[in-house]
């Protein structure tokens, strides 16, 4: 039987509309809750990703502030907005895009956000509390990983999970918040020998590569969960994951489409993450 097909827009739908019903709830008591996402320079894919954070906002009542600023600026002048951005208290979460132009240190970037408004779960202090099981902002990316995996109906708890890639953003914190719900965790990368192997005998499989078709048929257990976590152009211009599809439907239980899996879940977490940092303002104010 062919893999079921997780479905991340109805998922994100999901998510949104729950975000939607707390912000009408939420802003009769007075404060509008609000994104503000930076944007340097002109990377396509970044423009389309900050769009489609724009656009999520509004249709869930959150308001956004939208910052575009030219390739060419400098990690000072970046700075200084992020400061006002910190400083603003009409202002709830803050999002810089990644990746940066090369003369902008991405580390001083997100270590100037302050960790209240860090709806990315980037800065090293929510990184620190995510690591030891504290509250934080979960970064949206895994957070939704989870999210989808878990609406399989799969249970975590006790099996093996496998994510092939090791970045900041992604293979890290999906790692660590598979770890926290008891799975066997096991991260996959570049040096990795006998990665077939490994991959196959994951009952979960996490893919962040970056490379289109890298997941084959070969490498997947038969009934595992496959989240697909890449973006990528194939040699025809089209948009791909990391996962060879059609070979891994024939195998897999569960597998994440690329468009319509993890991107929209990724947004509905981060529209989430805002809604929460705008409810411990409330909870601060009222202490
Ligand atoms: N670039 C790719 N994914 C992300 C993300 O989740 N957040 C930010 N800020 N930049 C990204």
Known sequence: MPATVIDGKALAAATKAEAAEKVKALKAQGINPC????????????????????????????????????ADTTQDALLAEVKKLADDSAVHGIL???????????????????????????SPVNVGRMQIGEPC?????????????ESTGTKIDGKNAVVIGRSNIVGKPAALLLLAKNATVTVCHSHTANLKEICANADILVAAV???????????????????????????????????????????????????????????????????????????ISQ
């Open 137 to 149: 902002y979960l970064p949206c990316t895994p957070a939704g990983c989870i999210r989808m995996i």
């Open 35 to 70: 994104l503000a996402v930076i944007l340097v320079g002109e990377n396509p894919a970044s423009q389309v990703y900050v769009r489609g954070k724009i656009n999520d906002c509004a249709q869930c009542g959150i308001e956004s502030r939208s910052i575009n600023l030219p």
């Open 210 to 284: 970056g490379r289109a078709g890298f997941v084959t048929g070969d490498m997947v257990k038969p009934g595992a969960a496959v989240i697909d976590v890449g973006m990528n152009r194939n040699a025809e211009g089209k948009l791909c994951g990391d996962v060879d599809t059609e070979e891994v439907a024939k195998v897999a239980g569960y597998i994440s489409p690329v468009p319509g899996g993890v991107g929209p879940m990724t947004i509905a977490m981060l529209l989430s993450n805002t809604v929460e940092a705008y409810e411990r303002r409330l909870q601060k």
């Open 96 to 122: 810089v895009q990644l990746p940066l132009p090369a003369q902008i240190d991405e580390k001083a970037v997100i270590d100037a956000i302050p960790p209240e408004k860090d709806v990315d779960g980037f």
